[in-house]
């Protein structure tokens, strides 16, 4: 039914609206038609439950999935280790494992390998572009590379040559070097590649503290220097007899502090190698 519409007339008690009685059925029949719809409004019930979707209560374990069909159920996903080593091999398309084999890629596929040593004696020794071994030597590193050295009872080590360059000193102009070494050496020789006035130190605060030093004055006894050479040029200093240097930092560390003064006569860097012995683990 249409929404009926009560005349009210053009102005008050112009005697042209509808009557009271038709008004007031018009007003009837209008709410009748309100109440209806109303009541055919269907309040739809908020779900608690699975089961108010229509799916049953899972049990432990269980997840929820998609049916594929627009209904959902719950379905065991892992209710315990899927993978014996059967499986694995079935997943991986490959042969039953031995003992003591590992499951390795092969470059083109998955398949159970002796789990083996890879290196003899003379692997390591191509590996490490070293020489062969004698009996009862050991695998050291030298300063610079590794090599066999005696083992055992003797303890002896063999020389390193450890080396550092400074960066570019104008003539006469100094610098602070740090060289990888041992804690404690003995000092064989002192080799540059041009000529340069070189200091080493037993630490970097005697370093400091002997800065100010002219070439030519002698350092005090207890200065921390361990050696000074003036080379020429490119040269190679004996250091005759030998002598024991050492870190003297807290905690003690392989670094050997040098100073180096460029005497070249142009700007450059320095190249300093020191032959040493180590003396201490």
């Known amino acids: ?3 009926q519409i009560i005349n009210v007339g053009t102005v008050a008690n112009d005697g042209t609206g509808d009557p009271i009685r ?4 018009k007003t009837n029949e209008n709410f009748t038609e309100v109440y209806t719809l109303i009541n055919d409004i269907v309040v739809p019930t908020v779900p608690t439950e699975l089961t108010d979707l229509g799916i049953a209560d ?5 997840l929820l999935q998609a049916d594929g069909d627009g209904t959902f159920s719950f379905t065991t996903f892992i209710a315990s280790n899927p993978y014996t080593d059967a499986s694995v091999n079935t997943h991986l398309n490959t042969a039953t494992g031995s003992a003591g084999e590992v499951l390795s ?8 390998v002796a789990q083996t ?3 003899t004696d003379a692997s390591v020794n191509t590996h490490l572009n070293t020489g062969a071994a004698s009996a009862g030597e050991v695998l050291s590193w030298t300063g610079s590379d590794y090599d066999w050295i005696a083992a055992g009872g003797s303890g002896l080590q063999t020389r390193g040559s450890p080396s ?8 006469n102009a100094a610098g602070n070097l740090n060289i990888t070494g041992y804690k404690t050496y003995a000092l064989l020789s002192i080799i540059t590649n041009k000529a340069a006035w070189i200091r080493i130190y037993v630490s970097d605060a005697a370093r400091t503290a002997d800065a100010s030093r002219s070439e030519g004055t002698d350092p005090a006894p207890d200065a921390g220097v361990i050696a000074e ?3 020429t040029g490119a040269q190679t200093v004996l250091v005759s007899p030998g002598v024991i240097g050492y870190n003297h930092e807290s905690p003690v560390t392989t670094t050997i502090p040098c100073a180096v003064t460029n005497k070249s006569g142009s700007t450059g860097t320095v190249l300093v190698s020191l032959e040493l012995v180590q003396l201490e683990a």
């Open 1 to 3: 039914m249409a929404k």
């Open 22 to 25: 038709s008004a007031m059925t």
């Open 58 to 62: 899972g049990t432990v374990g269980q």
């Open 105 to 112: 890629w092969t470059g083109s596929d998955y398949d159970w």
């Open 117 to 119: 040593v890879a290196y």
């Open 164 to 171: 550092q360059t400074t960066a570019s000193l104008a003539n």
């Open 229 to 231: 050479v003036i080379t």
